[in-house]
């Protein structure tokens, strides 16, 4: 079927946005995509915050944009935004990393007022991107998410089927996706 770049814009190791998006990777391999997950705090910090277009971190990440027919980007909400560490990856990209890519925005926090960042905030740098197009996004709340003992999570009945909603509005959305040339 198609590529899925998987993408956490969480700095923290033990982040409930990327258990979350590896939860959601599992429900796309078992759809049929291949599923390539990108943690940006991976990403070493003297690339991201030196602006180094060269560094072969930044490169390769590039090179997976590119290669994804679609993109799953997941961040932890800060002030009302998505996280710096998803800003400073986003800003090294080509500009139109996303032209032809069908999105889905996803976003955890522990309130309900920052459910708005997706639109607010990450939608317009998506779409700045040349984004083919932009599935609904869905924001989760921190108390939905359980991480267990051993490294895996549970997720509340509720949120379990709107996320399960969304990245089934998404994988369909993949295979609808008309290409659009790069801009010359």
Excluded: C
Excluded at 107 to 133: C, E, F, K, Q, W
Excluded at 141 to 151: M, P, S
């Amino acid at each position: 079927m198609a590529t899925v770049l998987s993408v956490s814009g969480s700095p923290s190791v033990s982040s409930r946005t990327n258990r979350l998006l590896r939860h959601l990777d599992r429900r796309l391999t078992a759809q049929g995509h291949e599923v390539i997950p990108l943690d940006v705090r991976t990403v070493p910090a003297e690339a991201l915050l030196g602006a180094d277009f060269r560094h072969p971190a930044i490169v390769e990440a590039a090179e997976l944009f590119e290669r994804a027919d679609g993109v799953v980007v997941g961040t932890p909400v800060y002030k009302a935004s998505y996280s710096g560490v998803l800003k400073a990856l986003l800003d090294l990209l080509p500009q139109y990393a996303l032209t032809g890519k069908t999105v889905l925005p996803l976003a955890t926090g522990g309130s309900v007022a920052h459910v708005l960042a997706i639109d607010y905030a990450l939608r317009p740098v998506l779409n700045s991107m040349g984004a083919a197009h932009i599935v609904q996004g869905w924001f989760t709340l921190d108390k939905d998410i359980t991480v267990h003992d051993d490294g895996t999570i549970g997720v509340s009945p509720a949120a379990d089927e709107a996320l399960a909603q969304v990245v089934d509005q998404f994988s369909a959305a993949l295979g609808r996706t008309p290409f659009l040339a790069a801009a010359s």
